[in-house]
């Protein structure tokens, strides 16, 4: 199960889904998704191949982009995509993929005004304000 409060379990779901891939192995629906956000990040793939690094701590002091977050943020965003809520999104990014070549750099930008409604909801101690999210991806 990915979602929950172990960030270990979540890292190593991370890990588990990708090599699963790399195996050719059958994966349930998350795992695939999972493994699909991986392949699309080169830059963690030797990370999540080597399981003694996954429980590295990524602080804003390090400097480092956490990449479980990072691409958590993608899984976000592919969901809020399927289920199309906040209700619009997926018009929205309709419309990012018609003026932008690279859609992973859409689903960038669109990843930087979630994390944001999330860092502004965690900040206000309240549930995010989806019409505040809405309208800085209108911004995009």
């Known amino acids: 199960m990915i979602y929950g409060n172990d960030p270990g379990q979540y890292r190593r779901f991370f890990s588990e889904a990708w090599r699963k891939r790399r195996e050719r192995l059958p994966l349930e629906p998350l795992e695939d998704l999972v493994a699909q956000i991986i392949a699309a990040h080169p830059e963690y793939h030797a990370l999540l191949e080597s399981p003694d ?15 479980f977050l990072h691409m958590g943020l993608h899984i976000a965003i592919q969901e809020q995509l399927a289920a199309d809520r906040p209700a619009g999104i997926r018009g929205i990014y309709q419309q990012l993929a018609q003026r932008h070549a690279d859609l992973h750099e859409a689903e960038h930008r669109m990843a930087e005004c979630l994390a944001e409604c999330m860092w502004e909801a965690q900040r206000a101690g309240s549930a995010p304000d989806e019409s505040a999210y809405l309208e800085s991806l209108r911004r995009l």
């Open 53 to 67: 690094k996954i429980d590295q701590d990524y602080t804003p002091e390090t400097g480092r982009t956490n990449p």
